[in-house]
């Protein structure tokens, strides 16, 4: 009695821990009694189906949880195979749960045959594989994605080993590079590596190595198989195990070969234009300086000749002499104030208050305002700082000022209205005016040109605009005009706000 009662002990236990596997493996048991057309669940596979504890399957019930379609057809032909030919099956499936949820198992199962060899029962297990299927088709789906993405972007794509040697490559690598993707494993990335960009590239892949970073993006020259250099844009990535242990490179290669070409051609149109900037700066040095000294002399030695020699000057060709001689300084003159604008840009900007300088310029031209009963409204911010150079700001605002009152209508007193915005890095001044106007169709792009006027007024040179376009963009800003004949003009003027 004593070793039944152990033996039933052991027995108890034993199940227990069987039980105890089966809920923590979500692993079920089914069996189906040929002969008495019964079906067992058991608690498992009854919860994996959600339903009750009390539920008593029957056959084509426990059938129609499967999905219906390839689920179930294929659930069917193997139950009915099993029996007539005792083959066991093993297979993945989907099931609808009592509670509408679908879910992924796997169904196992196994006939049992009687001494006439005839189907008595057949049993199995039933397990829910749900988050595993569910973790397993979202990886082969990424990887898939992954692999289409490899494959055929429009960049070149690689994976390489932790050596530099190249595991995988993609069809655009290969025309970039020139290489077959058979040649390409038998290379490493060292090997199509322009020496003076190897070092960097190296490092970086060592810094990713040791965690000190994940990602890294350079531009750097590869060797095409032709022996030419291929520019590219190089972003790589490290790829890591789940215990963190690296596994391999992901590079992302950009072909940039012809950016950096229009960049070196960019480069050598500026040296040529800076060399040709400083050969016209010394030309206008050498007209200011040198040219000037000698119109001097030809100007003093027509003054001698006037004292000295007075019936010279009866001549009809001395007046055409001096007219010329004049009309010689001016231009020396006019070519010297352009070049002092060139030879300053250098100079630092400085932080200069708007308000103050716009308000310095019309008290200086007080007299003309009063001659001209002109109107001047000042509605600058008073709170507005710009950068630039004060002699440079005395004069473009002196040379707008003086142009309105110069280029009035006849048939208005002048109105000129001043008022300032910010407009992102810039500070707008508007200088708006009831003059004449400009016909800009015409003249507008030659309105900033020098020498070029637009009205017959005697003290037009068409030199005040073109020196004060020079002086504007000298310290960051620009211009644009609005003008209407016979109605005003407005010059917006651009000039750098103090926190750009």
Known sequence: MEANAQNNLQLNEDNLIFSFMQEAAKIGSWEVDLIDNTIFWSKVTKEIHEVESDYMPILEEGINFYKEGENRERITKLFNNCIETGEKFDGEFQIITSKGKEKWVRSIGAAVFDKNDSCVKVHGIFQDIHEKTKASKKLALNEERFRKIFEYAANGMALVDLDGTWLQVNDTLCEMIGYTSEEFLKLTFQDITHPDDLYSDVSLLQEMLINERDSYKIEKRYFHKNGSIIWALLSVSLVKNSKGKPQYFVSQINNITERKKT??????????????????????????????????????????????????????????????????????????????????????????????????????????????????????????????????????????FTNALKYKSPERTPLITINTEIKDEFVQVKIEDNGLGIDLKTYGEKLFGMYKTFHQHKDARGLGLFITKNQVEAIGGKIEVLSKINKGTTFIIYLQHEKN
């Open 263 to 400: 960049e070196v051609k960019n480069k050598s149109l500026l040296e040529v234009t800076k060399d040709q900037n400083m050969r016209l700066l010394n030309f206008a040095h050498i007209v200011s300086h040198n040219l000037r000294s000698h119109s001097g002399n030809l100007e003093m030695l027509l003054n001698l000749m006037e004292m000295d020699l007075p019936e010279s000057t009866e001549n009809e060709f001395f007046p055409m002499l001096k007219t010329a001689v004049d009309h010689l300084q001016e231009t020396i003159e006019n070519l010297n104030e352009v070049a002092v604008v060139n030879t300053k840009t250098t100079e630092n900007l400085t932080t200069l208050s708007l308000s103050h300088y716009i308000e310095k310029s019309i008290d200086s031209i007080k007299p003309q305002i009063l001659e001209n009963n002109a109107t001047f409204k000042n509605n600058a911010d008073k709170n507005i700082n710009i950068k630039g150079i004060p002699a440079y700001l005395d004069s473009i605002f002196l040379n707008f």
